[in-house]
């Protein structure tokens, strides 16, 4: 394999994935590139990959991305959880910032990896074919307590509908986009709603349901002030009404904040361990 | 030594008054900050005698679905 410099960026991950793999570590994209892989354009400047390794090989992962041509050698930089989070800076971008190479092997937004595998998504990108995270599990990996990465979700989440209406399912809606094409569509009948329903876990889609299942649903999974909303008022409005619609807003602000405050708490907890 | 989250002078509207008092930099901030803390008056609205059109237009309802997942036609491609 040549170096890995003088390459556009999406290029330059298609070797660094290759090189990975040659070296018998399984890994998938997320972050940013797998953001505009699926079809968001917004900049990036780092390289995101989960990957499946042992605590074992995870401690020799320098060696690993060490053995990799890069133009320079890379630096590893600080972690707050180097059990579960490394980074390395492996090149500066033409503006002085530092071009970094990161790895999670696990968090608490991220399912474990064999189940992260087998919901994949393989494409072409950057002239190779990459394994990026399926886009629920890419969505999931967004809920941060960061407001930039709710930016993404905001944006995903319309073609995650998109993907979704194309093969007929209506159990995880969560735009309001994907929503209207759905009812214009004629998919929000009541049998339709109530199967979707019982296999819908997001709040946003079981608040989309709910008026369409009304008192037939179950009692939502969910707890606290989501669990209120979804068993109170949207039992009691009008399917895609104005006031359901602002409900769905509503379980959509709660949920932010409530996985906003998750992730500080994970955060915390894995400061404290290390 | 003044507060900055709380204005000198009061615009009567609130966006505009989180901005002046330093609570947000941004417009778009202060909707935000404004719409997380008024959540509880949205789910009154909700079960108010406000006729549809009333409620739609209600400044906090308006304000939520434009800052919200954005409709059909104003999506892009």
């Given at each position: ?16 994935v ?9 890994c ?8 505009r ?101 890419l ?97 009691a ?27 500080r ?10 | ?23 947000a ?39 939520l ?13």
């Open positions: 394999m040549g170096r890995l410099d003088g390459l556009s960026p999406e290029s330059r991950l298609v070797q660094i290759a090189a990975f793999r040659a070296t018998r570590v399984e998938l994209v997320l972050g940013g590139h797998a953001v892989f699926y079809g968001v354009s917004r900049n990036t400047i780092d390289y995101d990959l989960v990957v499946s390794l042992s605590a074992e090989d995870w401690a020799r992962l320098g060696d690993i991305v060490g053995s990799l041509p890069f133009g320079r050698a890379p630096v590893e930089g600080p972690s707050w959880r180097p059990a579960d989070f490394r980074r390395f800076t492996i090149g500066q971008l033409p503006d002085g910032r530092d071009e970094r190479l990161e790895f999670w092997r696990k968090n608490h937004l991220l399912a474990p990896f064999a189940d992260l595998s087998d919901r994949r998504c393989e494409g072409s990108y950057g002239g190779g074919t990459l394994a990026f995270l399926g886009l629920s599990d969505l999931r990996s967004k809920e941060t307590e960061r407001e930039s990465d709710w930016l993404d979700i905001t944006l995903l989440e319309e073609i995650h509908d998109e993907h979704a209406l194309r093969a007929g399912r209506i159990d995880d809606l969560r735009s309001r986009r994907g929503f209207e094409r759905a009812a214009e569509a004629g998919l929000l009948t009541q049998p339709a709603a109530l199967q979707a329903w019982s296999r819908a876990e997001h709040p946003v889609s079981l608040a989309y349901l709910q008026p369409y299942v009304g008192a037939a649903s179950a009692t939502p999974t969910t707890t606290g002030a989501l669990a209120e909303l979804l068993s109170g008022p949207l039992r409005v009008d399917p895609g009404s104005a006031r359901h619609l602002a409900l769905v807003e509503a379980v959509r602000r709660l949920h932010k904040r409530q996985a906003m405050e998750a992730d708490a994970d955060k915390r907890a894995a400061s404290r361990r290390t | 030594m003044p507060c900055v989250s709380e204005p000198t002078v009061r615009t009567g509207d609130p966006i505009a008054d989180l901005l002046q008092g330093g609570a930099r941004t417009v778009a901030e202060a909707e935000e900050a404004y719409l997380d803390a008024h959540l509880d008056d949205v789910i009154a609205l909700v079960g108010s005698s406000l006729s549809d059109e009333e409620f739609r237009a209600h400044p906090l309802i308006a304000l679905l434009a800052r919200g997942s954005r409709p059909w036609e104003d999506s892009t491609g």
